[in-house]
């Protein structure tokens, strides 16, 4: 290796260094002060960097909450992903089949715990993307493959059924229709516009209730939560139309 390819090597895994421990001061600020106060001036003191020299990793706080949002929903994504791969191939193992003839049901109740399970470990990612909006700040489209990972992981699920054992059609009121068709022409052609329409109130369904155990919502009404979580993910999966073993 030359003498120049051995400085730049240098110089990019100082930048790497760099830009994580920018992210992890970031993420500490959204901890104590929340992420309508994250300041990129305060980062560059806690660390001990000029403003100028931090600019020219993150140009602006917006530029910065962009980098820590779609952190965010990569780790998440992946927990998801995790779980129901590691699931899936265990059920299929035990039953003699294959990923896409394991327990439906299962699978998307394992997903969701791990969704939940992220959620209760890292409080502060989970409302900086689900939370209530940054004031003055607008996501790119930088954030949409991040985002897009998890509800993935979930819409496998449906689709293996779709394609296996098939699933039940929920109910879907007659003024509904026009809009569960262009839902599902949007992003899920292949499914039923009657299984999209209850795929997008599930989905809902499933952040209302992380959101109202991690933001204290459930305090003197839900004591057992785990218990709870999976009882209502598994109704969720019954509302998809998630039926069959």
Known sequence: MSTAQGAK?????ARIEVTAAIKDEARGQLA??????????????ELGMASSALYRYFPS????????IIDAYNSLGEAAELAEAAD?????????GTVADAGHVRRW??????????ALAHPHEYALIYGSPVPGYTAPDDTI??????AYVFMGIVRDAHQGPGLAKPPLPAELRPEAQRMAADFASDLPPETV????AAWAELFGLI?????????????????????????????????FP
Do not use: I, M, Y
């Not at 706080?61 to 820590?68: P, V």
């Not at 899936?88 to 003699?96: D, K, S």
């Not at 493959?145 to 998890?150: E, F, H, L, N």
């Not at 919502?217 to 979580?229: C, G, I, L, P």
């Open 145 to 150: 493959p991040a985002a897009g990972r998890v």
């Open 32 to 45: 104590a002060e929340g992420a309508a106060k994250l300041s990129l001036r305060a980062v560059a003191r």
């Open 109 to 118: 109740t394992v997903v969701c715990e791990a969704v939940r399970a992220w």
């Open 197 to 200: 329409a209850a795929f997008v």
């Open 61 to 68: 706080r917006d530029d910065l909450l962009t980098a820590l």
């Open 88 to 96: 899936a191939a265990e059920a299929a193992e035990a039953a003699g």
């Open 211 to 243: 959101g109202f155990e991690l933001f204290g919502q459930f305090n003197r009404v839900v004591e057992d939560r785990e218990t709870f979580f999976r009882h209502a993910a598994e109704r969720l999966a019954h509302g998809v139309g998630l039926v």
């Open 9 to 13: 090597g240098a110089r990019a895994r």
